[in-house]
């Protein structure tokens, strides 16, 4: 069975990357008022953070529609016999329902979705994995269950630099905001379920990232990590001597430098950072 690996915007997998695996990818939207702009197609992650601070009210998101999904699987049904198309939680967004909807309406391919239950580059590392496995020649039926097994095997951590809008979103309670607010907490983040929730409150954004760093270097010096990605809302220079400090240790891990797009930065906020890995 020839497979393509499809995946959201959201996943800001590294346009190299995408090359290099052959992944295609389905864009959500950011709308500014009357203006709805496809991220990583009407407007880039620069524009956007530039865009937001000029203008009077934040962004909201939007879904592909439907329409979009079939449109893609009947393109690629001229060439594959079936599809996985992997997508963040569906508790953020109906991107996996709407994937789901429309592999169901087209003829000729097989659409497996899958719901990783996280977001951004943790969502590209299972895109990323499906893609060597459909290299080297693996069943459906056999990437399925090591994308299942992988969302037991993936650590995402992440802080923000403002919680407000995480709670504005509808992402984390007015209450918990309000707090981290007031008291200048820098909690450690990560998503449970598909919905995020505080991990460990710590005082300052130092703390909080010493705090995961530590984390993973324990899983590496105890497990096999195959993969670290280390991400950003327009912050590269702290991401990358972060992902420089980590090599010089561990120059034998496998690392990665990916963003946190328009879509997933209008819930996070600019200056957010994340670090994520898993064990093979």
């Not at 090591?146 to 984390?172: I, N, P, S, W």
Request: charged share 25%; aromatic share 8%; glycine share 6%.
């Amino acid at each position: 069975m020839k497979l393509a690996i499809v995946t959201d915007s959201t996943a800001y997998i590294p346009e190299e990357l995408l090359k290099k695996h052959n992944i295609y990818t389905i864009p959500l939207s950011v709308v500014f008022g009357d203006d709805t702009f496809r991220e990583g197609i009407d407007i880039t992650t620069a524009e956007f953070y530039k865009k937001v601070k000029e203008e009077a009210d934040l962004p909201s998101t939007s879904q592909p529609p439907i329409g979009a999904f079939v449109q893609l699987f009947e393109e690629l049904s001229e060439t594959y016999d079936g599809v996985i198309s992997i997508h963040l939680s569906k508790r953020f967004s109906g991107t996996f329902d709407a994937a789901l909807s429309a592999g169901k309406m087209v003829d000729n391919i097989e659409v497996y979705a899958v719901d990783t239950a996280l977001s951004a580059m943790p969502q590209g590392l299972f895109a990323i994995a499906a893609a060597e496995l459909v290299a080297e020649g693996k069943s459906t039926k056999k990437i399925l269950t090591y994308l299942e097994d992988m969302k037991e095997k993936t650590r995402a951590y992440f802080m923000v630099e403002d919680l407000a809008h995480l709670q504005r979103g509808g992402r984390l309670n007015k209450g918990q905001a309000l707090i981290g607010s007031l008291l200048n907490i820098k909690p450690v983040l990560h998503i449970v379920d598909g919905l995020i929730v505080p991990f460990e409150k710590i005082r300052t954004q130092k703390k909080a990232l010493n705090r995961i760093m530590s984390m993973l270097e324990d899983d590496v010096n105890n497990k096999n990590v195959k993969r670290v990605v280390f991400i950003h809302a327009n912050n590269e220079t702290q991401i990358e001597k972060m992902r420089d400090d980590f090599s010089a240790k561990y120059p034998d891990v496998e690392t990665i430098i990916s963003y946190f797009g328009p879509v997933v930065g209008t819930h996070l906020g600019e200056g957010s950072i994340g670090v994520s890995w898993y064990s093979d």
